[in-house]
């Protein structure tokens, strides 16, 4: 009887410590909620599908991708991008539609702001005066004007005046968002693209050997390309390098 009283006192000694230790102890936590810290960066810089946030920042990578577009060059060779711009007297210019119909172009960057242009078209007339010289051989001479609104020499007005003043007879063609002009790659005013009736491109550079403000070169590489092409061979000097303005996209 001793010892079935004794087990009682001592389950209930034991009963009434954990009872205790129960209470005293600190009341276990409930599970957390997720963070919120991945969604709270997202609202504060929120991406779009090319990576920018609205801070207008991009990652390193993909920054360099979009530098590397916006440098790249157009190899000799390959097809010229095709587009489709308005002159200053509001006609619509195609280049697909010019090298279909066996024209052989020369695109010509344009700013008559420049006084690289200037010097082409001022007491020397290098522009007008090639294109006359191929003007009944299947050549188009086209000036493109990619200057941003409220730049330099940018926009029709501008460009129709330096039509008239230089007596231009070729189309300028107003690319005020760069669109064609970033296609191409085109940095400098003027920079020339000579695009055969494949309508790949066949010369890429400079308009002549003198890279100064002051007079032209002794040696035109656009004539001679069209020359070489106007006898079946392969353009002697494809590349040079352009010089002149910056094109102010």
């Known amino acids: 009887m001793k010892i079935t009283r004794l087990s009682a006192l001592l389950l209930t000694l034991a009963l009434g410590t954990t009872a205790m230790a129960q209470s005293t102890a600190p009341a276990e936590k409930p599970a957390e909620a997720p963070k919120q810290q991945t969604d709270d960066h997202a609202k ?57 119909a066996g024209k052989t172009v020369v695109l010509q960057w344009f700013n008559p702001g420049c006084p690289f242009v200037v010097k082409h078209y001022g007491e020397k007339k290098t522009f007008n005066d090639l294109a006359a010289k191929w003007k009944d051989k299947d050549v188009v001479f086209i000036a493109i004007n990619s200057g941003a609104e409220g730049k330099e020499g940018a926009g029709k007005d501008a460009s129709a005046k330096a039509k008239a003043d230089w007596k231009i007879e070729y189309p300028i063609l107003i690319d005020s968002k760069g669109v064609v002009g970033k296609a191409y790659g085109a940095k400098r005013t003027p920079e020339m693209f000579v695009i055969g009736k494949d309508g790949t491109i066949k010369y890429h550079g400079a308009i002549d050997n003198d890279d100064k403000a002051d007079k032209p070169g002794t040696t035109n590489y656009v004539d001679a390309a069209l020359s070489d092409l106007a006898a079946g061979k392969p353009v002697t000097t494809a590349t040079t390098k352009p010089y002149g303005c910056s094109v102010k996209y």
């Open 44 to 100: 504060d810089k929120p991406k779009h599908a090319d990576g920018e946030h609205k801070d207008g920042k991009k990652k390193d990578g993909e920054k360099k991708a979009d530098d590397s577009k916006k440098a790249a060059k157009l190899d000799i060779g390959s097809a010229a991008p095709d587009f489709t711009l308005t002159d200053t007297e509001g006609k619509e210019h195609k280049l697909s539609d010019l090298t279909k």
